[in-house]
């Protein structure tokens, strides 16, 4: 039986796949972790856009980055969101590693 490549942390490329996994993948459906993930999925539940979603999911992006910190695999998260269609919100997070380098990874989340 094949072993899975782990991902290797020592190449900072790879921390925009753990913020993009993190993100996309549903809280509490990961069957090695129920804690890790996004609640993005109750939003989109909603199936609308006001005024107060981009910040929701500006709160939902921190919280299910916040082992990044924990781990110590960042020193700094931020993130940026706002409405940018009637059912869209562009978003942009900004990590940074504990020696002061950063990434930034733009995406867009859709209600429907």
């Given amino acids: 039986m094949e072993t899975a490549n782990p991902v290797?942390?020592?190449n900072?490329?790879?921390i925009r796949e753990l913020?993009?996994?993190?993100?996309?993948?549903?809280k509490g459906r990961w069957w090695a972790d129920p804690g890790f993930g996004s609640d993005?999925?109750?939003l989109r539940q909603e199936g609308?856009?006001?005024y107060k979603t981009a910040g929701t999911l500006q709160q939902m992006v921190l919280e299910c980055l916040a082992w990044l910190k924990d781990d110590g695999l960042a020193g700094l998260i931020?993130?940026?969101a706002e409405q940018s269609g009637k059912n869209a919100i562009s978003y942009t997070v900004t990590v940074v590693r504990p020696d002061g380098q950063?990434?930034?990874i733009k995406d867009a989340w859709y209600a429907i």
């Fill in 40 to 42: 993005l999925w109750k």
């Fill in 102 to 104: 950063s990434v930034m």
């Fill in 19 to 26: 913020v993009l996994m993190s993100i996309g993948t549903n």
């Fill in 12 to 14: 900072w490329t790879d």
């Fill in 8 to 10: 290797k942390i020592e």
């Fill in 48 to 50: 609308k856009v006001t």
């Fill in 78 to 80: 931020t993130c940026a």
